[in-house]
């Protein structure tokens, strides 16, 4: 939890079960395809950004995603949440704000390629590749200095939500061909993954 080796930690994180379900954005939309602001000093340790955290865990678990930036909720704030198992079985959960990812030198950098799809560009999954390590430096919500490593599977999703938080989704990072066929199977899944959805989140209500 935030980095921090915990005992235990519920199946349905706290957060979760505080937040209020926002709607996810989709491609297209113009708060995915620009950089987010920061945070302001005035705004660690509010209520109001302590909300937007559990908000952002509860989309993230309707939709059973594994991260979430807030721009994907349509917020215009460099924050991002997880909730992943990274290859050896090991639960991460958290969130950062203003997060910075590292340069890594090039003799760190091995690249693996594997099938990534993001909650914004609903259902297909296609082979991307990134480095298999990743570090992220920011702050927690009461503005304290915060450093997450992660490998393997948990990297790649400090990487892609990072990438959001630019501007970018993992579609921008594939060939032109690769965009194509992602946005023209998003359009033949959309209506079931988005019923899916609907129905996570009346079991949401249901666990409350």
């Known amino acids: 939890m935030q980095g921090e080796v915990v005992s235990g930690y519920p199946e349905v994180p706290p957060e979760t079960l505080r937040g209020e379900v926002r709607r996810i954005t989709v491609v297209g939309e113009d708060v995915l395809h620009r950089r987010c602001r920061d945070v302001t000093e005035g705004e660690f340790g509010t209520p109001e950004l302590a909300r937007l955290i559990d908000d952002m865990f509860a989309a993230m678990w309707v939709a059973e995603g594994v991260g979430l930036a807030a721009n994907q909720i349509g917020v215009d704030l460099r924050a991002f949440v997880w909730d992943c ?74 990487q892609h939500e990072s990438d959001h938080l630019g501007g970018v989704l993992y579609i921008d990072r594939l060939s032109a061909r690769g965009r194509r066929t992602a946005l023209r199977r998003m359009e033949e899944r959309e209506a079931e993954v988005f019923a899916k959805r609907a129905a996570r989140a009346e079991e949401l209500s249901a666990r409350r």
Do not use: K, M, Q, W
């Open 85 to 158: 198992f990274d290859e050896d079985g090991v639960r991460h959960v958290g969130h950062i704000l203003n997060p910075v990812l590292d340069e890594l030198p090039a003799g760190a950098r091995r690249l693996v390629d594997t099938a990534e799809g993001c909650l914004s560009v609903p259902g297909p999954y296609l082979e991307l590749a990134r480095p298999d390590t990743a570090v992220v430096r920011g702050r927690d919500l009461d503005g304290r200095p915060l450093v997450i490593e992660g490998s393997g599977y948990f990297a790649r999703c400090l």
